[in-house]
T-cell receptor, first 113, second 113 residues
Framework: DQQVKQNSPSLSVQEGRISILNCDYTNSMFDYFLWYKKYPAEGPTFLISISSIKDKNEDGRFTVFLNKSAKHLSLHIVPSQPGDSAVYFCAASGLNAGNMLTFGGGTRLMVKP | DTAVSQTPKYLVTQMGNDKSIKCEQNLGHDTMYWYKQDSKKFLKIMFSYNNKELIINETVPNRFSPKSPDKAHLNLHINSLELGDSAVYFC????????????FGPGTRLTVL
């Protein structure tokens, strides 16, 4: 039973447009959410995070929105650039033992020039 | 000045062998982790370790064991390798204080023949 789900395995966007990546979770004990970006043959790179006391966090072109009642978060990238093409993983942690991260299955973003 | 490093990057071995993957972090973090990315690209936590406790994901076979010679290192030992152990293994680290942002190594691709 996946506690963190990314229902879109892939997303294609034109350069300059907005990319919206979605993530749903089921465990109400999660209180911290993160987005990681991953290029082939590299480790995941931390991108942006949000705690459950907020509903929005912005860092440059990247904004994460959290809707706790819907148990949903999204990552907005605007404007999208070809270098943003990668696999994006949503992750969550909470009061579970060890603060271990639970990852979604990833969404492959392709930004076309 | 790599933050989290792993060696080797690729490991090819025969079934039944025992192997180790090394991980080092120079971030001054006090908690380290091992993740497995399977053929379906899901990232799953295997272990969380700081100097006080080891937390093991219950799905991890006891052929896998983490060993920490000091706070900056967490090595992964695997005994009696099986075909199903073939995967990419990622090490990560975080600081216990504050929110749990984890930083990942580049991964080790293990292939069991």
């Amino acid at each position: 039973d996946q506690q963190v789900k990314q229902n879109s395995p892939s997303l294609s966007v034109q350069e300059g447009r907005i990319s919206i990546l979605n993530c749903d979770y089921t465990n109400s004990m999660f209180d911290y959410f993160l987005w990681y970006k991953k290029y082939p043959a590299e480790g995941p790179t931390f991108l942006i995070s949000i705690s459950s006391i907020k509903d929005k966090n912005e860092d440059g072109r990247f904004t994460v929105f959290l809707n706790k009642s819907a148990k949903h978060l999204s990552l907005h990238i605007v404007p999208s650039q070809p270098g943003d093409s990668a696999v994006y993983f949503c992750a969550a942690s909470g009061l579970n033992a060890g603060n271990m991260l639970t990852f979604g299955g990833g969404t492959r973003l392709m930004v076309k020039p | 000045d790599t933050a989290v490093s792993q060696t080797p990057k690729y490991l090819v071995t025969q079934m039944g062998n025992d192997k180790s993957i090394k991980c080092e972090q120079n971030l001054g973090h006090d908690t380290m982790y091992w993740y497995k990315q399977d053929s379906k690209k899901f990232l799953k936590i295997m272990f969380s370790y700081n100097n006080k406790e080891l937390i093991i994901n219950e799905t991890v076979p006891n052929r896998f064991s983490p060993k920490s010679p000091d706070k900056a290192h967490l090595n992964l030992h695997i005994n009696s390798l099986e075909l199903g152990d073939s995967a990419v293994y990622f090490c990560a680290s975080s600081s216990r204080g504050g929110f749990n942002t984890q930083y990942f190594g580049p991964g080790t691709r293990l292939t069991v023949l």
